[in-house]
C-alpha cells in the first residue's frame, strides 16, 4: 500500500525539505555548515536563522543552490486563519 502525504506537507519546514532531499541528518547538516544540531532543529521548527557569511556559502554548497534558490524564511509557513 502506497501511503499518501497529506495536506501537512505544505506546512513542512523548507529547511527539513532541502536537507532531506540532500538525505542529510540535523547532524550533518550541521556539522557541514558549522552550527549545533540544536540550531537546525530550531531553524526548522521557525525561530530566526542568523548565519554567518560562511555558514551561508556552505549551506548553498551544501544544496547545490544559490542563495536566490534558498527560502527567505526555513521554518514552517505560518499558516492564516481560516473561516475566522
Known sequence: MVKKKSGSEDNESPLKKLREEAGLSQQELATRIGVAVATISRWERGA????????????CKVFGKSIEELPDEFGVPKRSPEGE
Request: zero cysteines; proline letters at 17%.
Open 48 to 59: 530566526p536563522a542568523m548565519l554567518t557569511v560562511p555558514q551561508m556559502k556552505a549551506l
